[in-house]
């Protein structure tokens, strides 16, 4: 964006303004116009931005205005101030006469003080005169084939080029990319270490159309002086290229929408920035401002204080950068065309390779980029470095390139592809010099060598055919690129020269080494070029004039020769030398040939089976032309042969080749030519018509016609018997003539006769049957004529054959000369006629009554095929015995089914009678057929019972039912699951039902259950009824039964008798009656009787006694029941309990029976009893529950004894029993005594005893007595002490705490809660729970997760509370130790007396990691170590900048510490100035550690040139009175510098010596001398700096008009001599006699670039497109490639891929497996519950137990056994690192360094029972070294070590039997045992010893965790790498789904209407360029004039008045 500026210097601009176009119109506001200068107070003294004041200094001499100034800034008299220009140049009494309207001034201090704050110096850039004169040039860029944006970014490079034209060293060109939108906006840079530009040349530089030739003079108009053109150079590389003063404008417009110019010129402390944008412009334009004015901002390298925008924050890295350069130039263009962006980004290569085309010589020198060149002159380097780079936003990675490194440019590409060099000159009369070079490519073996543009868009098959000579290596290719000084001008080419051209007439060099080099012609500035530098005005034209003369190059050497015949002969040389033409490929053999005539060159022969010729290949069986044979022919080449002793491929100028002629039914010979004569211009095209052309005479085709108009066409079907024919048929050759015989090769060749064959062949499924065969001979009449045929009647496909034969040899043939003859061929189907007749189809014959059943029926024609049956078709049933019905009928095809037919009738079940059915089908030849049929019974469909009613039954007995099944006809049937059922109703309390099975024979008898009714006094009546459950439709069938009382028994009585013969019963027992009876008595007399349903007592008998049954006694009498007497009672002892009693009588359908329940009533006493409530007391408590005392009875039975006098003769008695509380009361309601207040003194808790005694009774009761109310806390286990953690780790093991109360007896009681807390803040604690209460057993666990505080000694305070009471608890002191691994500071150590010269290397930088506890860190990941380096000294900020460059570290030497990382042999900037260094270390992916930051000062190196801080402009001077006009050099100051650029000689003095030479290849005569006739002026050198002031040359100088001469600035120094030289500064300038015009171009030519520019914006968009298209494309095909590779993957793994169809539903299988894994670690699995505090230090492995998993829990156990006293032993790998642990655990913690351990690997030994590979004996019980159970998880190596050394070769075997076999054989082998181990536990020692405890491993419960720990599942690692799977195949399915959307949105939108239009606009454009062209073509281009004068020394001063030779040509030319 412009800046504006404030109310008064806008003023100052309006008035500047307004005289300006008061000047222009002539009038004057008055005699003396205002003259008005703008100056800044800069002084550095204010406090407040720089003072802006306008004076008025019209009619102020210089005093007068240096005390206007004085007064006006009120400056003290005594203080002295410097007024200057921006561009620092003093105001003196000259330069105050030359200050103009609106000058900007600066009020310093000094001339070199530097700027406290920017100003504004007001510009104005109205558009030059050359805007309008100059309008018909390039205005746009346009292009050819190619993206324009190259030549945008080329305009910008010239004028870099020019300004570092200067420089002695390095020209550093440096174009930056900004697309990384973190730092901003998109921007483009381009920078460059030229000479900078003053304010004014900055100035000049935004007037459009101010070119170096009309740029004004003068210390405020201009600091150019007039242009002076460069002395000759060697192919014009002079840099003078920045012309017009247009390209740099529209390039950054073309390019984005604003620019800001950023300079500095040398010796200026100040910078200078110009912004111009669109936006700015428009902006004026609509507040009616001047829009060609703004302003310059001058200020202090390094300030980016006025970049306030935020999007433009990437210039604040970009102006950092300017401190410390002499001079340079920044064009940042930002609003970047989006288009712009895309094609930079996606063509990076496409465009960096054309600018690496354009400047390719400026770049690589001379020679060019010659990559086979084994040394290259110094003289032709290139000291032009052009750097790209493009950075984007992370994490895309930066692309950066050099155009010297680009390889593939098309100059790089025909350097290296030539063979050999033409050298040519070429000189016009407008004193224009053309350098020319052809490269011949030679032809190679099989390949054209002529590079091909990988980029260009390659001819069209229609150009191809109109070459003269096929598959040129050029093709219409122009010959010549061209340069225009050293530039290449892109659109502008020169197609050949006369004597270069093709040859007219065939010559001694073949043809096509006319299209086999390339050229380059290198022009000097004389000719004319567009504005742009994309074309040339009329190159082409003056080099074709019949006066430029062409001169050869030999040896850098001119040669006055004939050009052409020179060219002719490098041609032929270059053909002879290089060229290989011929290639046989394919070695077949060796052959004689007997066709040669001479004997000596029959033999021997190569063949070949194909050749490669002049690109083509030919090949066995390939068709040929000959040439130069009588006759011509053509032919197919057989085989290739040359003679000579030859194997494999060879390559040959000659040979012969062996063809057989064509066509072979014409010809039948084989020829041998040389294959020179093998036409080589025909097409194979040509070559197959001409055959073809012979080939038409022969048979072609058959016309085949039928006479009675009855065609049948391909694939006919017809009905059986259907004629066929009669068939007419005609051989027709390819130009449809009949013909009946075979054409002759030779018209007197007798022809033979043709014939026709005919053939129908029907193919039947048992293979192909011929059943017709004719054939017929011609007949002038009717051809060939077949008769019809009638015998097709056969269902099927057939196919008639109509053949061509030929009588050979009296057998008919069908091939001629290796061809076919015509045939023809017709496909036809025979099917099925109409129907006759029919046939029964098959029926089942078992037919069931009334069920339906369908009569399929087959229709058959005349001749028995299947035939659909004809329309409203109803058939005829018909039975003599039977009742016979159908439903309907359907057809099916062929088939017609009569459905739902039905037949009824009287049959038996098994009866095997058949009846004939009739079928009738009307309208049939044969309309009926009989079928035989059996009928069975039909389905069920009533029910039979054969008894009625009025049946009596007797209660308790059964009675049975026949019943039958009928079907509907009344026949008995028979049926699956025909099951008859009777229920019985009327029964109360009963549903009995009975089934019988009737399945079989249809009839069954029914037996019902016994009918019994409870309590019968009556007859009683049942009803029966039957049915059939499965079938619903059989209706049921009813009976009624009368049932009558039985005689069984009924009713059994009990009762007591005591005399046995007494009539009257004592006691009768009613049923369930309760007796009362004293407890333990016995109860006797008892007596039982039976009664039947009447109530008829039953007479007892032995029998019936049998089935009495008593439930207190096993033991009965029989005789005494025959008696009526049952067995004693004996009555239960305890009162509560109640038994019962029952006798019951049982016989098979009877059961009675009878019971009481005998209630008992206590005894007398006998025992005293004591009942509690509770029996458990605390200490120091009165017992909470009540004791109660009884009195017994012998059986324990409570009695009524006790009284309530009873209470005080009780006494009690315990130990520590308080007697004083006890309390004895009576209770009246339980007749009891209740004792309270039963109380313990203090003691320990357990069992008391208390004893009570009344009277004889005693009674004893036990009371426990537990612990007291808690009081105390106490740790009871936990961590060993001194306690000591490493800062913010845990401690493993956990505190247990037990619970006290005041008499130190533990207490369980749970509402007790436990608390952790700290001594102090400052110890932070984690756990998992911070308060708790305690468990069942009074104990309290606390694991402490992490420990942070600062170091030292704390304390962990355990606090109980127990109802809101505190409990006191214990305090464990914590000692906190620095963690050892733990990085927290960096630091660096380097010599800090260093001294840093540019561009050489750092000294070493070491940087050590320390730890918390100050240790040195090792075993750290180097690439985790940085080393950040940029620009500029520390701002405050922690971290560096985005740009900062990142090193890596070295390996370290031997001589260096280990602990620390090396940074070794980094290069020093080459750019003096401060530099920072900060190193971080990445501690994990969000966390790094930061070192201070180290600044290092860069001094220059070794002086070793003169050099200006920016590359001046090329002056330009003409040869003229007026000294602006001649002065060279106005104000420069030149550095001693190093070869970085950087000034190095502050401490050197001199002088400098400046003179005038010719430029390279020119003639050092009449050199231009300078003011005073001086060859030579001298400088003073001054602390290594020399001002050059005020350089001109003498008025009317010497010198050649147009010439470019050097003018050298030699530096003499003392100290520096031959042997160390300090270079010289050159800078070329051109000196003119006069000022050329240029012409203006046509409005033909602006409207053809324009059009040209459109159409190719056009293709390169749909070039873009397909380019876009086929990249998509890739894109989808590899995703699809890679999901279809997951798919496979995820099969492998058992994944069901068909459910994976969605993204989802891979989601919720990740989300499910993940959880299964999840689960699985959560899982219980056995784990080493050691703590161990030392893991985690780099030198420390961890204890032993921590190191192994063990997936067997048995083998765990027995090796954690066997292993226990070392299982918690530290392994270290030093002995420093196991000593300090030993320090700090005071000796208590055992360890074990591993670089103390002698350990020899022993893993691939076997197990001792194997020697030599074989077993000494058969082991049992699976023996296996122990060692090999164990599972590493880290450390593998360093564990294999350790258990190695621990376990040796111990060995586990399954049990102690099979140890003591293994042992055994071992020892008897004679061979030592190790130790072995079971996986029951037991151990075998090596000396033999087993058993005992010492031997035998405990349960793992009692190794209390010091076991190894268990893996987790296989599964889980299973899981874990499908889920990988998973994920990767979801990222796949994702991509594959947006890269197939991508594509069809594409596709659709290349169809869309509007992609369309611009496919028809481009078509259109192209024709209105093709007819601008063809108008262009015709229009007559005139050559410019120059007029050159030449002047010697002698004549200086004077005019000769002579007009040259070359001057009179001209003239002429012009006047004809």
């Known amino acids: ?225 007039g242009y002076v053109r460069p002395d000759p150079v060697p192919r014009s590389l002079n840099s003078d290229i920045s012309y017009f003063g247009v390209g740099g404008k529209q390039a950054v417009f073309y390019i984005g929408q604003s620019t800001r110019m950023i300079t500095k010129p040398a010796g200026s402390p100040d910078v200078h920035e110009l912004i111009i944008s669109k936006e700015e412009f428009e902006r004026k334009e609509r507040n009616k401002e001047d829009i060609y004015s703004g302003f310059i901002r001058n200020r202090k390298m390094g300030d980016s204080s006025h970049v306030s925008d935020d999007e433009e924050r990437f210039l604040h890295g970009l102006i950092s950068e300017e401190v410390g350069k002499d001079s340079f130039t920044a064009v940042v263009v930002t609003g970047v065309q989006p288009e712009h962006i895309t094609f930079l980004k996606q063509d990076f290569h496409l465009w960096t390779r054309e600018l690496a085309h354009l400047y390719h010589y400026y770049i690589h020198g001379l020679n060019g980029n010659d990559m086979k060149a084994s040394y290259r002159n110094s003289d032709c380097v290139s000291n032009i470095d052009i750097q790209i780079s493009l950075l984007e936003k992370f994490p895309k990675i930066p692309r950066m390139v050099n155009l010297r490194e680009i390889d593939n440019d098309m100059q790089t590409l025909y350097i290296n592809a030539s063979a050999d060099t033409f050298e040519f000159k070429a000189c016009t009369d407008n004193e224009g010099t053309v350098e020319g070079v052809l490269r011949y490519h030679p032809f190679l073996y099989d390949r054209e060598t002529y590079p091909e543009d990988p980029y260009a868009i390659q001819a069209t098959e229609e150009d191809d055919e109109d070459s003269i000579v096929l598959n040129q290596a050029r093709g219409k290719r122009p010959i010549f690129e061209c340069f225009w000084n050293g530039r290449l001008i892109p659109y502008t080419t020169v197609s050949e020269f006369d004597w270069c051209a093709w040859p007219k007439k065939t010559g001694t060099v073949p043809a096509e080494c006319y299209s086999r080099f390339s050229g380059a012609l290198f022009t000097n500035d004389r000719f004319q070029v567009s504005t742009n530098k994309l074309t040339f005005m009329d190159l082409e034209l003056q080099l074709k004039n019949k006066e430029t003369l062409f001169t050869r190059i030999v040896n850098g050497q001119e040669q006055r020769v004939k050009i052409q015949k020179e060219f002719h002969q490098w041609l032929k040389t270059c053909h002879e030398k290089w060229d290989k033409q011929v290639k046989f490929r394919g070695f077949k053999g060796t052959i004689k040939r007997t066709d040669v005539a001479t004997k000596k060159m029959q033999s021997p022969w190569a063949t070949f089976s194909s050749i490669e010729w002049d690109g083509r290949m030919y090949k066995a069986g390939q068709y040929v032309k000959s040439q130069k044979t009588q006759p011509i022919f053509f032919g197919s080449v057989i085989q290739f042969l040359l003679y000579g002793d030859h194997e494999g491929d060879v390559y040959a100028t000659g040979g012969q080749v062996k063809v057989a002629m064509e066509p072979k039914a014409l010809y039948n010979d084989i020829k041998t030519i040389p294959i020179s004569k093998i036409d080589r211009v025909i097409t194979n095209a040509a070559i197959k018509k001409s055959i073809d052309d012979e080939l038409a005479k022969l048979p072609d085709e058959l016309k085949v016609t039928w006479p009675e108009g009855n065609p049948w066409t ?323 069938v009813q009976r009624d039964l009368r049932v009558v009382p039985s005689t069984r028994v009924s009713r059994l009585e009990v009762y007591s008798q005591e005399d046995v013969d007494s009539l009257v019963d004592s006691m009768v027992l009613r049923d369930k009656e309760k007796i009362d009876w004293t407890a333990g008595d016995l109860l006797e007399n008892l007596h039982y009787r039976l009664y039947d349903e009447g109530g008829r007592e039953v007479p007892l008998s032995e029998e019936m006694a049998q089935r009495i049954k008593v439930n207190w006694t096993a033991d009965v009498s029989v005789e005494e029941l025959a008696q009526g007497k049952l067995p004693n009672v004996l009555v239960p002892s305890l009162v509560k ?106 003691g320990f808790p357990g069992i008391r005893e208390l004893n009570f005694t009344w009277r004889d009774f005693a009674e004893h009761v036990t009371i426990k007595l537990t612990a007291g109310v808690p009081a105390q806390l106490k740790l009871v286990d936990g961590p060993q002490e001194p306690l000591q953690v490493l800062n913010e780790q845990g401690i ?102 260093s001294v840093f010269h540019a561009g050489g290397t750092l000294t070493v930088f070491s940087v050590s990691v320390m730890s918390e506890e100050g240790s040195t860190i090792k075993n750290l990941n180097p690439a985790n170590l940085s080393m950040l380096l940029w620009k500029g000294e520390p701002s405050g900020a922690s971290r560096p900048p985005s740009g900062a460059a990142q090193l890596k570290c070295s390996k370290p030497m031997v001589d260096e510490k280990e602990d620390s990382f090396h940074f070794r042999d980094k290069v020093i900037p080459d750019h003096v100035g401060k530099y920072t260094i900060q190193f971080v270390l990445c501690v994990d992916k969000t966390k790094g550690l930061w070192s201070h930051q180290y600044v290092i000062n860069v001094v220059p190196n070794d002086p070793v040139k003169l050099a200006p801080d920016l590359q001046p402009p090329t002056p330009v001077v003409v040869n003229n009175n007026v000294l602006a006009s001649r002065t060279l050099v106005e104000g420069m100051s030149l550095k001693l510098m190093d070869i970085y650029n950087n000034p190095a000689g502050l401490e050197l003095s001199g002088k400098v010596v400046v003179t005038i030479k010719s430029s390279k290849g020119s003639s050092d005569k009449d050199l231009p001398l300078f003011e005073g006739k001086a060859k030579s002026l001298q400088f003073s050198l001054a602390n290594g700096e020399a001002h050059i002031t005020n350089l001109s040359i003498m008025e009317n100088s010497p010198g050649q ?89 995820l099969r492998k793994n058992s994944m069901d891929v068909a459910q994976l169809s969605s993204i989802p539903a891979i989601d919720e299988l990740i989300s499910q497996k993940t959880a299964d894994t999840e689960k699985m670690k959560l899982q219980t699995r056995r784990v080493c519950s050691m703590p161990d505090p030392f893991r985690g230090n780099p030198d420390v492995l961890g204890k032993i137990g921590h190191l192994a998993l063990v997936e067997d829990d048995d083998v765990a156990t027995v090796i954690s056994w066997h292993l226990l006293g070392d299982i918690d032993c530290v392994v270290t790998m030093t002995t420093v690192a196991a000593r300090k642990i030993y320090d700090d655990t005071q ?149 594959s789904r947006q890269v197939k959307e991508d594509f069809d949105c594409h596709m659709q939108y290349l169809k869309s209407p509007e992609m369309v239009q611009k496919e028809e606009e481009m078509d259109e454009q192209e024709k209105q360029l093709k007819d601008i062209e063809t108008k262009l073509a015709s229009t007559p281009v005139r050559t410019p004039s120059a007029i050159g004068v030449k002047r010697s020394l002698d004549k200086a001063g004077e005019s000769s008045g002579m007009v040259t030779k070359r001057t009179r040509r001209k003239l002429l030319k012009q006047d004809y």
């Not at 860029?141 to 870099?160: H, M, R, T, V």
């Not at 109360?988 to 029914?1006: E, K, Q, R």
Request: glycine content about 6%.
């Open 1787 to 1935: 000796g208590r913690q055992q360890v074990m360094p591993l670089d103390t351990v002698f350990w020899r690997n022993n893993s691939s030994r076997p197990l001792p029972h194997i020697r030599k590979g074989q077993a000494s004996f058969r082991p049992i019980g699976n023996p296996v070294f122990a060692r090999d159970l164990l599972i590493f998880p880290e450390n593998a190596e360093n564990c294999q070590i350790v258990f190695g050394n621990l376990l040796g070769d111990t060995i586990l075997t399954d049990d102690l039997d099979s140890a003591n076999h293994y042992r055994k054989g071992v020892v008897q082998s004679k061979m030592p045992c190790p130790t072995l181990l079971t996986r029951q536990g037991e151990r075998i020692r090596s000396n033999g010893k087993f058993g005992g405890l010492q031997n035998k491993a405990p349960p793992i419960e009692r190794l209390r965790g010091q076991v190894f720990g268990a893996p987790l599942p296989k599964e889980y690692h299973t899981f874990m790498g499908q889920i990988d799977l998973l994920q990767q195949y979801r990222l796949a399915m994702e991509k």
């Open 1292 to 1393: 493993q093991t956990p505190f247990l705490l037990q619970l006290f109360d005041e008499w130190g007896n533990p207490s369980p009681d749970q509402r007790v809660v436990v608390m952790l807390k700290t001594s102090t803040p400052a110890l932070k604690v984690k756990s998992s729970v911070n308060s708790q209460p305690i468990d069942k057993d009074g104990k309290a666990s606390f694991v402490v997760d992490h420990v942070s505080g600062p170091k030292g000694e704390y304390a962990l305070e355990f606090r109980g509370s127990f109802n809101t009471k505190p409990i006191h608890g214990p305090s464990v002191k914590l000692t906190i130790i620095p963690d050892p691994n733990k990085p927290i500071k960096l630091v660096v150590e380097y010599n800090t007396n």
């Open 1601 to 1689: 008009d147009g010439n470019e001469y050097v003018l050298l600035f030699r530096p003499s120094v003392p100290g520096f001599g031959p042997k160390n030289p300090l270079a010289a500064f050159e800078l070329p300038f051109r000196f003119y006699n006069d000022v050329e015009n240029r012409k203006q171009m046509s409005e033909l030519t602006k409207k053809k670039d324009q059009l040209k520019q459109t159409v190719e914006i056009y293709k390169s968009l749909f070039d873009t497109n397909r380019q876009l298209i086929a990249e998509l494309k890739n894109q989808v095909c590899n995703a699809a490639n890679k999901e279809s590779h997951l798919k496979s993957e």
């Open 714 to 1036: 391909q694939n006919d079907v017809r009905p059986a018997g259907t004629p066929l024919g009669p068939l007419h048929v005609e051989i027709l050759n390819k130009k449809g003539e009949s013909i009946s015989r075979i054409p002759s090769a030779t018209q007197n060749a007798s022809r033979k006769a043709l014939s026709i064959e005919l053939k129908v062949v029907w193919h039947s499924p048992n293979g192909d049957v011929e059943t017709n065969s004719h054939i017929a001979a011609h007949s002038a009449k009717w051809a060939f004529w077949f008769r019809t045929m009638e015998n097709l009647n056969k269902m099927g496909k057939y196919t008639l054959h109509l053949n061509t034969v030929l009588n050979v040899n009296e057998r008919n043939s069908t091939v001629w000369a290796g061809n076919q003859l015509p045939n023809h061929t017709l496909d036809f189907s025979i099917t099925e006629g109409s129907a006759e007749r029919f046939v029964v189809g098959t029926v089942t014959t078992l037919l069931h009554v009334g069920v339906p059943f369908h009569i399929p029926l087959e229709l058959l024609d005349e001749y028995g095929h299947p035939a659909r049956p004809p329309p409203n078709l109803k058939p005829l049933l018909e039975c003599s015995a039977l009742e016979v019905s159908y439903e309907g009928a359907a057809s099916r095809g062929t088939i017609f089914t009569i459905r739902g037919v039905r037949a009824r009738g009287a049959v038996q079940n098994y009866q095997n009678k058949t009846h004939d059915l009739k079928v009738v089908l009307p309208g049939l030849k044969q309309d009926s057929q009989t079928l035989k049929i059996s009928l069975l019974p039909g389905n069920p469909d009533s029910l039979k019972v054969k008894q009625e009613d009025s049946i009596t039954v007797e209660n308790g007995t059964s009675v049975s039912f026949d019943v039958e099944v009928h079907d509907e006809a009344g026949n008995v049937t028979a049926h699956p699951k025909l099951i008859v059922c009777c229920q019985l109703q009327g029964i109360p309390g009963s549903s009995s039902m009975v089934a019988v099975d009737c399945s079989n024979t249809g009839a069954g008898t029914l037996v019902l259950k016994p009918i019994t009714f409870k309590n019968i006094t009556g007859d009683q009546t049942v009803k029966a009824t039957f049915d059939i459950p499965s079938q619903k439709s059989v209706a049921p």
């Open 1137 to 1242: 309990e109640e038994h019962f009693y029952q006798v019951s009588y049982m016989e098979q359908l009877v059961s009675v029976d009878t019971s009481f329940t005998i209630v008992p009533r206590p005894d007398e006493p006998k025992h005293m009893k004591a009942t509690l409530s509770e029996s458990t007391v605390r200490m120091g408590e009165v017992l909470s529950g009540k004791i109660y005392l009884q009195l017994t009875d012998q059986y324990g039975n409570k009695t009524q004894m006790l009284t309530a006098t009873c209470v005080d003769s009780l006494t009690v008695d315990a130990e520590g029993l308080d007697k004083a509380s006890l309390v004895f009361t009576w209770q009246e309601s339980t007749h009891s005594i209740l004792v309270t207040g039963v109380r313990f003194n203090p």
């Open 1 to 225: 964006m412009a800046e504006s500026g404030d109310v008064t210097t806008s003023a100052i601009a309006n008035s500047c303004r307004t005289q300006t176009l008061q000047s222009k119109n002539g009038v004057n506001g008055s005699d003396k116009p205002h003259k008005r200068v703008v100056v800044f107070d800069c002084r550095p003294e204010r406090d407040v931005d720089a003072t802006e004041r306008v004076l008025d200094i019209n009619g102020l001499d210089f005093n007068d205005f240096l005390q206007f100034v004085s007064k006006e800034f009120a400056i003290p008299s005594n203080e002295t101030f410097v007024l200057t220009t921006t561009d620092r140049k003093g105001i003196d009494l000259d330069r105050y006469e030359e200050l103009q309207q609106g000058n900007t001034l600066h009020l310093l201090q000094s001339e070199d003080q530097t700027l406290p704050a920017a100003t504004k110096e007001h510009i104005v850039f109205l558009p030059h005169y050359d805007t309008l004169v100059q309008s018909g040039m390039y205005e746009y860029y346009a292009s050819e084939g190619q993206k324009s944006l190259p030549y945008a970014f080329a305009e910008l490079i010239d004028n870099a080029l020019s300004a570092t034209s200067h420089n002695t060293g390095v020209r550093t060109i440096d174009i930056r990319l900004l697309f990384d939108e973190s730092l901003g906006k998109h921007a483009v840079v381009i920078m460059d270490n030229g000479c900078g530009m003053t304010s004014k040349q900055l100035n000049n530089w935004a007037v459009y159309r101010l070119s170096k030739f009309s740029r004004e003079t003068g210390t405020f108009s201009s600091d150019h002086a």
